[in-house]
């Protein structure tokens, strides 16, 4: 992991989308070291207080939630016929996590997640999410739209040594539970190396 130092306290900006994808990906890679900064005399935070002040917020005041999965579909136009009869696409697993609607009126989770991957495989996921949430007017029903930056580990990946991944994030249905897409795009031109979605449910405990 690479270390950084900042130097000069934060001065707090209004929440933006790229303030979002900021903490994103801080939070889903807290085994990056930011040092923390001497507070000014304002006593403002340095951004690694408060990425850690954030979470701590999410943990404490979201709301806890189930996670169960069931499918990873390989693309079939990025993987060959007889890799696709090889490859797992029961994608089994059960994780626990909080989300907190902020102020926005947007999704911001904490979670860990444990399911079989596409070789059998466990594969454990931990990290944070958001998502831009759109309600569908007066069904009750909204759709959600945004990202996850997560520490992921597979046994076939770096052996089983935990590696940052950010993927895109979709989901529909209501704040009690939402059926979610997650993306993973194809990485190599080569055949076999294709893409994959992830569909989950995420139910409010």
Known sequence: MITTTSSHPRTPTPASPLRAWRRLAMVATAAIALAPVAHAEDNQYSLWQQTKDHAANIWNQGESELYLSGVA?????????EKLN???EHAWGLGY???LRNEKGDDESLYGFVL???HRHPQYMAGYAYEWVFPIAKTGLEVGLGGTAMLMSRQDYFHSVPFPVPLPLASIGTKKGKIMFAYVPRLSANKNN???LLIFGRIEM
């Open 73 to 81: 579909h390989h693309g079939r136009g990025t993987y060959t016929k």
């Open 86 to 88: 090889e490859l797992n």
């Open 97 to 99: 996590g909080k989300t």
């Open 116 to 118: 079989k991957d596409s």
């Open 194 to 196: 294709g893409d994959v």
